[in-house]
């Protein structure tokens, strides 16, 4: 089995150490995991929920020596969770020439100056037109995968996180990012921290999925543990229920070449 998205403290709202984010995945019998913690940007951008610039060695630095510590026992990669938001784009290129990374998500959290996905703005939900809000998120998907930057779509859906929803299926909006998606071979990160939250769903949930899988879109699991307890959250399950939707494999990536690898055979070794 395999978590592709977990953090560490270094983001400034995670808890455990690196350490026990793998004891954690052992336990769980994971055999492959990458840490994906939230990558420094320029100063002006959201600065408290992230490593410094000047951290990132120490970063580097925890998950090359976890990777020493655990080789045979568990694959460990070295992954980051850049964001997507305009403006940004240089500063986030540069900074992923610095480091040969096994893989880099890249997560929409932001539509403008509003961190839609933060408990103390969801009050803004109640101004906006919800629609528009939906088509405005999916448009910055879009534009993240063409930007070039990234290996996978960061949970894509993020934006039904405290349970807003559009008053009619997107469906063209799914159905153009999928093609968007699949035209850029970028993956997304089916993610099941939605799974703990007020929406109470994976992102993104099944009427996406169904375009996603339909095109062949590339699909990682990830549980986004900002806790080494959260590790391999509810990833058997999700694997399961990708196989029942009809997709046949999971991608890993190591210095940002893909590999996919069966679901049956990480379900049996699960
Ligand atoms: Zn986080
Ligand atoms: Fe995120
Ligand atoms: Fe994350
Ligand atoms: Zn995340």
Redesign the pocket.
């Known amino acids: 089995m395999i978590d592709y998205h977990m953090?560490t403290p270094l983001?400034r709202?995670?808890s455990g150490s690196v350490e026990e984010y793998c004891q954690q995945a052992l336990r769980r019998g994971l055999h492959e995991i990458g840490f994906s913690?939230?990558s420094p940007m320029p100063p002006w951008y959201d600065a408290q929920?992230?490593m410094k610039a000047e951290e990132l060695p120490t970063y580097i630095d925890w998950v090359q020596q976890a990777q020493a510590r655990y080789a045979g026992r568990l694959t460990i990669r070295m992954g980051l969770?850049a964001d997507f938001h305009p403006g940004t784009e240089e500063y986030v290129a540069d900074l992923l020439k610095s480091h040969p990374w096994d893989f880099v998500i890249g997560s929409v959290h932001y539509i403008a100056n509003w961190g839609f996905d933060n408990p103390a703005f969801v009050r803004d939900f109640d101004t906006r037109d919800i629609d528009e809000v939906y088509r405005q998120y999916f448009r910055l998907l879009r534009q993240s995968a063409q930007s070039g930057l990234f290996d996978v779509i960061g949970h894509p859906e993020l934006i039904k996180k405290f349970g807003h929803r559009p008053t009619r299926v997107l469906d063209a909006e799914m159905a153009l990012t999928t093609r968007c998606f699949a035209d850029c071979g970028i993956a997304i990160d089916v993610n099941t921290a939605g799974l703990r939250k007020p929406v109470a769903e994976r992102y993104p949930g099944d009427p996406f999925l169904h375009h996603l899988i339909a095109a062949k879109v590339g699909l990682c699991v990830g549980s986004?543990a900002?806790r080494p307890e959260e590790v391999g959250f509810m990833i058997a399950e999700t694997l399961a229920h990708l196989a029942e939707l009809g997709a046949t494999t999971i991608r890993t990536f190591q210095g940002r070449t893909p590999s996919e690898r069966p679901i049956h055979e990480l379900l049996k070794v699960a």
């Open positions: 953090h983001c709202h995670a913690d939230h929920w992230r969770e986004d900002h």
